[in-house]
């Protein structure tokens, strides 16, 4: 197979409009005895070789082992590896190679739901409709949905736990309804059907004592966080949506390491 770049470009776009996961391999340097000249690239799917060569044989197998196990397991976007052809790869001629790895996995959307349209709520639905997220506020009230940026999904429900049957999986979720007891139901919807990454109920510590009590006569675990929001700042209703936002990007990042 050819390393032409036209037909890498046209090969890599084709790829791309497809949303299929791929992994550009890239021989960056070469010392010695190497198969093939540095820039030489081959694209990788989880299915076969896309595209391209990096010079057959021993070195491209292991590329290829390399590269399917990173679309499988690797939430970094770039890897670099420099190889001894005789101890790491196992080949007769002497010689070293850097490959660069740079792996094209489908995006999950950053999916945030918002159980409450109060005052927290709308001042932390304003700064996270800044970010590259999807953002829905649930309320049963039409009058605070109202408050809340038209970019913003906005759901009306009048039993908003209903809403937890069409939440996915990845999404984070916040709980600040306008209490206690109607945070509750939906916590206890969302401990029953989903596990969710990030789950946060506004409120105090005595809070948390009280709903994890209240969790044990429900049999359910108290896998959720209260208090929300990064110690920083105070009580103005603007600091604590940064503080909230800190905290979820601060989540947000640690998953993808």
Same mark, same amino acid.
């Given at each position: 197979?050819?390393?032409?770049?036209?037909?890498?470009?046209?090969?890599?776009?084709?790829? $791309? &409009?497809?949303?299929? #996961?791929?992994?550009?391999?890239?021989?960056?340097?070469?010392?010695? =005895?190497? +198969?093939? /000249?540095?820039?030489?690239?081959?694209?990788?799917?989880?299915?076969?070789?896309?595209?391209?060569?990096?010079?057959?044989?021993?070195?491209?197998?292991?590329?290829?082992?390399?590269?399917?196990?990173?679309?499988?397991?690797?939430?970094?976007?770039?890897?670099?590896?420099?190889?001894?052809?005789?101890?790491?790869?196992?080949?007769?001629?002497?010689?070293?190679?850097?490959?660069?790895?740079?792996?094209?996995?489908?995006?999950?959307?950053?999916?945030?739901?918002?159980?409450?349209?109060?005052?927290?709520?709308?001042?932390?639905?304003?700064?996270?409709?800044?970010?590259?997220?999807?953002?829905?506020?649930?309320?049963? $009230? &039409?009058?605070?949905? #109202?408050?809340?940026?038209?970019?913003?999904?906005?759901?009306?429900? =009048?039993? +908003?736990? /209903?809403?937890?049957?069409?939440?996915?999986?990845?999404?984070?979720?916040?709980?600040?309804?306008?209490?206690?007891?109607?945070?509750?139901?939906?916590?206890?919807?969302?401990?029953?059907?989903?596990?969710?990454?990030?789950?946060?109920?506004?409120?105090?510590?005595?809070?948390?004592?009280?709903?994890?009590?209240?969790?044990?006569?429900?049999?359910?675990?108290?896998?959720?966080?209260?208090?929300?929001?990064?110690?920083?700042?105070?009580?103005?209703?603007?600091?604590?949506?940064?503080?909230?936002?800190?905290?979820?990007?601060?989540?947000?990042?640690?998953?993808?390491?």
């Amino acid at each position: 197979m050819e390393n032409n770049f036209d037909h890498f470009c046209r090969a890599y776009e084709k790829l $791309r &409009q497809k949303e299929k #996961d791929f992994c550009v391999v890239t021989m960056v340097n070469g010392r010695g =005895s190497t +198969p093939q /000249d540095m820039g030489s690239r081959i694209i990788i799917s989880n299915e076969l070789i896309e595209f391209g060569t990096v010079g057959g044989g021993k070195i491209e197998a292991h590329c290829i082992t390399i590269a399917r196990k990173l679309l499988k397991e690797s939430t970094k976007k770039s890897h670099f590896y420099t190889w001894n052809l005789q101890k790491d790869i196992g080949m007769t001629c002497g010689g070293e190679v850097s490959m660069f790895f740079e792996l094209h996995k489908k995006e999950i959307s950053w999916d945030i739901i918002i159980f409450g349209a109060g005052h927290v709520g709308c001042e932390l639905s304003q700064v996270l409709s800044r970010l590259d997220c999807n953002l829905t506020v649930v309320d049963h $009230r &039409q009058e605070w949905l #109202d408050k809340i940026n038209p970019r913003v999904n906005r759901v009306l429900l =009048s039993s +908003p736990k /209903d809403y937890v049957s069409k939440i996915k999986e990845h999404a984070f979720v916040l709980l600040m309804t306008m209490g206690h007891s109607t945070d509750l139901p939906i916590l206890i919807e969302l401990l029953k059907t989903k596990k969710t990454p990030y789950l946060g109920v506004i409120g105090s510590k005595s809070k948390r004592n009280i709903i994890k009590n209240e969790l044990k006569e429900f049999d359910l675990n108290d896998d959720f966080i209260c208090p929300i929001g990064l110690p920083i700042g105070d009580n103005a209703v603007s600091e604590i949506a940064i503080s909230i936002t800190a905290e979820l990007l601060k989540v947000r990042d640690e998953l993808k390491r």
